[in-house]
């Protein structure tokens, strides 16, 4: 597997770092760091944190926070769209379970 590897050049906060990583998942890792580094530039544009750490421990915090809410927002659209379809179903089961009704002329 390490043979696999190939080694990318990513820049965060003026700063270039090589990381290994497979050639299939090379733009993922590009986008990643250009996601992190815009993160990491407006928190040290923004606000009173000096240091390469501590910009990257709070945007790391950020983003970690984005991912919990953006889960919880599927995870409650999948159980909206579960119960919509249950109703859905159970409301087409009663239509046709239902006998029809005899009527004399």
Known sequence: MSQDLKT??????EKEYSINCPPEARAELEAAA?????KMAEIRHNG????????A??????ITHE???ER???EQTLKDNV????????NAL??????????ID
């Open 8 to 13: 990318v050049s990513i820049r965060l906060l």
């Open 34 to 38: 250009q996601y992190l580094d815009d």
């Open 48 to 55: 009173k944190l000096i240091g390469l750490e501590r910009i």
């Open 57 to 62: 421990v709070m945007a790391a915090l950020n």
């Open 67 to 69: 991912l919990i809410k």
């Open 72 to 74: 919880g927002s599927h």
């Open 83 to 90: 119960e919509q379809l249950c109703l859905r179903i159970d």
């Open 94 to 103: 009663s239509h046709e379970t239902k006998e029809p009704e005899n009527t």
